[in-house]
Nanobody, 128 residues
């Protein structure tokens, strides 16, 4: 079992910024594809961003393009989600997820079923 620990959530005004972190001590982290998902109350869990085991390949949902950036630091076993120009509709619990599989398509990276490991989530609230 792989443990993922999210941090960095909180309360911010619209237009503000936050950076989420997802850390693991698993020694095979650099081989994982990582994703960020979010879920608002009584809403479906939705894809936010993903990054493959090579840092040059990343994907973002249309709703966050230009505002959110996913990145990873394999030396620190950590993936980040930089969130700027936040909107009230970004309010949700944000989850990081990991899959040990390689050669995963961009379509697969957007699906929750792709990921074997999930963190507990960190809440983000954007006030207007």
């Amino acid at each position: 079992q792989v443990q993922l620990v999210e941090s960095g959530g909180g309360l911010v005004q619209a237009g503000g910024s936050l950076r989420l972190s997802c850390a693991t001590s698993d020694r095979t982290f650099s081989k994982y594809a990582m994703g960020w998902f979010r879920q608002a109350p009584e809403k479906e869990r939705e894809f936010v961003a993903a990054i493959t085991w090579t840092t040059g390949i990343s994907y973002h949902a249309d709703s966050v393009k230009g505002r959110f950036t996913i990145s990873r630091d394999n030396a620190k076993n950590t993936v980040y989600q930089q969130m700027s120009s936040l909107k009230p509709e970004d309010t949700a619990v944000y989850y990081c997820a990991a899959t040990k599989y390689g050669s995963i398509s961009s379509a697969s990276l957007r699906r929750t079923a792709t990921y074997e490991y999930w963190g507990q989530g960190t809440p983000v609230t954007v006030s207007s």
